[in-house]
């Protein structure tokens, strides 16, 4: 007997009789203990929401916050009533991840409001590591890579503007120039 031969009589034949335990095909589902729009209660951490709602998976915000995906952030997934992760590349680079963590502050300036480190430093975190979001400016602004630190060279605190942050370099000449301009000449 040929393999198609087996599939049809397997087809034509009667389906098997009822099973303890099992559901009969005219028997309604069991309702679900809650209501599928009303999730139990828990308290949703800011940080997790946020990751989720960028599309990252669970595994990538619980490697970011050095939590569980299982426990934690799966948890969080489904009181928000997101789907799962997409998986496939994301094409962020280090200039969007800038992009999509300030905020205007008013007269030019530039609120961070992602990652700090544990001082307090704004902080961008890609898969080469972390830097701050002082040095991304910088990068953006000069097209070059920054000597020493970078801060904010004006009076706004923390500003990442990329027109207002300065390397060390820069803040030497205009130093001098201010000791220069402000001197009494002899």
């Known amino acids: 007997m040929s393999a198609l031969e087996r599939a049809r009589r397997l087809l034509d034949a009667p389906p098997p009789p009822h099973m303890p335990g099992q559901l009969a095909v005219d028997e309604p589902p069991t309702p679900p203990r809650h209501h599928p729009e009303r999730r139990p209660h828990m ?7 946020h990751l989720l709602r960028e599309g990252l998976s669970d595994r990538e915000i619980a490697a970011r916050l050095h939590t ?19 998986s496939g590349p994301k094409p962020l680079s280090v200039e969007e991840l800038f992009h999509a963590r300030t905020e205007q502050a008013g007269d030019g300036h ?39 630190n970078v801060r904010p060279g004006c009076d706004y605190p923390e500003c990442v503007a990329p027109e207002h942050v300065e390397d060390r370099p820069m803040r030497e000449r205009y130093r001098a120039l201010l000791d220069a301009v402000l001197s009494p000449t002899p």
């Open 43 to 49: 308290n949703i951490r800011a940080d997790i929401a």
């Open 68 to 86: 569980c995906a299982k426990t934690t952030v799966a948890p969080t997934r489904r009181a928000l009533g997101l789907p799962a992760a997409r």
């Open 110 to 148: 530039l609120r961070w409001t992602g990652w700090r480190n544990n001082r307090g430093v704004p902080g961008v975190r890609t898969h080469d590591g972390t830097t701050t979001a002082y040095r991304v400016a910088f990068r953006i602004r000069w097209g070059r890579e920054p000597e020493g």
